[in-house]
């Protein structure tokens, strides 16, 4: 990364720059090379630092952005109404030639207190999850998760909480059709998250398609399920005790358990971003790829997600695969999801949100090449489908929608114990389920919401910290926070969002 204070330009092949500074860049400022500012260009925003022609492609991160819908001159502001989008990669025509890549050093003796479960996993929260087969029921669980936290809780010191997850599926859908197994096994893989302990106490209504055997742990245990329609109940209030007394057993076994050294290991970190701006790639992603690799080194998992945001950088990924069914695996989740945008009759560039373009990014080719930088440099050991679980420690592509919700929701699904969310523009998200750092993309947010940010990786951009210290900056504040001993905004705030599923299938 160069800067001359006034613009930083990512690589030698570059014709335009970010501008790094709150006030933009006014008219009249002299930059380097002779060029002065033709127009004013905002916080964020690109300057171009040579002459474009028209049909000529816009480079950023060294890398084609954009094509020049018209002549821009050296010093005039680069945005979307003078670009067009270029076509993506083309699927077919990319070949496997794993890229050399130079054994990393291991990296040993980093622990975290966590929560060990019986499967090997490990929590880094102790939560009674409360799922439901069907949305039905969802007033049902809202109400006595209130009752829990008040009534319950107290008695039961070693228990962080108590979630409800509650969801839009189970009933009015084709439970058969092909599609149908992404929201399923979702909710299936979220009741076995790590945070859980494997204890999870699902509540059915009765009539529904998605039955509560279908997503609970072991179907036989009868703590584990409860059905709203059984007519051993006589009125509401007779049915949410039955639900607390069997949550109290639950409470009762998670109760057992307590913190314990863990290796860095058994750490399964969910990467995303949100909200997203033209610093994201230069600050927040880099500093969270180079925390990645860190993790990977000391033997954890990492999974880094959303389809959408990875598509028009799959050339720069394909390399990274670790073998051809790594490889083939990833072309094979961007064609299903090309197909699935068809479907709606929609492509990427309906990712692009107003809020990206306002903060500088202005195509989603730009936006993926910034987005995929938090993945690191590891290999990419695997491809995990929505909703599936994770197999293989090292790095991971989770295939997800680029949504905010129902990425962490699928991730979730996917194991994680620990998530990190990168923002530019700002987003309240969090999730009671796991821990969320939230670390912001430029210093004017993270002062702005100096209590909604958790690292302010803006320092990068204003030459205060490297990205590698950024990056271990966030390795140690994950240790942390997966220890209890750092309690992140999101959950000081009590800030969170509702698990959103993936639902590809038709309803009826």
Not at 56 to 81: C, D, F, L, M, P
Not at 201 to 224: F, M
Not at 290 to 311: K, N, P, W, Y
Not at 352 to 365: A, D, E
Request: proline residues 5%.
């Amino acid at each position: 990364m160069k800067s001359d204070k006034l613009v930083i330009k990512l690589s030698e092949l570059d014709n335009v720059a970010v501008v790094p500074h709150a006030k933009g860049l006014q008219i009249g400022t002299a930059l380097e090379n002779g060029i002065t500012v033709q127009e004013y260009v905002p916080m964020g925003h690109k300057v171009a630092i040579k002459d474009i022609s028209r049909g000529e492609s816009i480079t950023r991160y060294g890398q084609k952005i954009a094509i020049a819908n018209e002549v821009i001159k050296a010093g005039q502001w680069v945005n979307e109404h003078k670009i067009s989008l270029p076509v993506p990669p083309d699927l077919d025509s990319l070949s496997y030639e794993k890229l050399p890549v130079k054994k990393a050093r291991a990296l040993n003796g980093y622990t975290f207190d966590g929560y060990k479960n019986a499967d090997g996993s490990v929590g880094t929260k102790n939560l009674l999850a409360i799922s439901n087969s069907v949305q039905c029921v969802a007033g049902l669980t809202e109400y006595v998760v209130k009752k829990i936290k008040k009534e319950l809780l107290p008695k039961y010191p070693n228990v962080d909480g108590v979630v409800g997850l509650n969801h839009s599926y189970g009933c009015g859908i084709a439970i058969d059709a092909p599609a149908a197994i992404v929201p399923i096994r979702t909710l299936k893989n979220i009741a076995l998250n790590p945070n859980f302990g494997g204890h999870a106490l699902v509540i059915g209504l009765g009539c529904e398609k998605l039955r509560p055997e279908s997503i609970v742990n072991n179907a036989s245990d009868d703590t584990s399920i409860f059905y709203m329609q059984s007519e051993a109940n006589e009125g509401f209030m007779a049915i949410v005790d039955d639900v607390m007394k069997l949550a109290e057993k639950h409470l009762g076994t998670l109760n057992k358990r307590k913190r314990e050294p863990c290796p860095a290991s058994d750490l399964v970190v969910g990467m995303q971003c949100g909200g997203s701006d033209a610093f994201s790639g230069i600050t927040a992603n880099p500093a969270a790829g180079f925390a990645a690799d860190l993790i990977v080194r000391a033997g954890g998992s990492v999974m880094f997600s959303e389809v959408t945001e990875v598509r028009d950088a799959i050339h720069l990924l394909i390399p990274r695969a670790a073998d051809i069914e790594v490889a083939e695996a990833l072309k094979r989740e961007m064609l299903w999801y090309d197909n699935y945008l068809k479907l709606g009759q929609a492509d990427r560039s309906a990712n692009t949100s107003p809020g990206n373009k306002r903060g500088g990014l202005s195509t989603i080719v730009e936006k993926a090449l910034g987005s995929i930088i938090k993945s690191g440099t590891s290999p990419i050991v695997d491809v995990l489908a929505p909703g599936e679980k994770i197999r293989k420690k090292g790095l991971n592509f989770a295939a997800t929608p680029a949504s905010d919700f129902v990425c962490g929701t699928l991730q979730l699904a996917s194991g994680m114990n620990m998530h990190v969310f990168m923002t530019g523009r700002g987003t309240p998200y969090g999730l009671a389920e796991v821990p969320v750092i939230k670390v912001s993309s430029n210093t004017v947010l993270s002062k702005r919401w100096h209590d909604l940010i958790d690292l302010d990786a803006g320092q990068i951009a204003t030459g205060e910290k490297t990205i590698e210290e950024m990056g271990w900056e966030l390795f140690k504040m994950i240790l942390a926070v997966a220890s209890g001993k750092m309690k992140v905004a999101a959950d000081k705030l009590e800030l969170h969002n509702d698990l959103v599923l993936f639902n590809p299938g038709p309803l009826t």
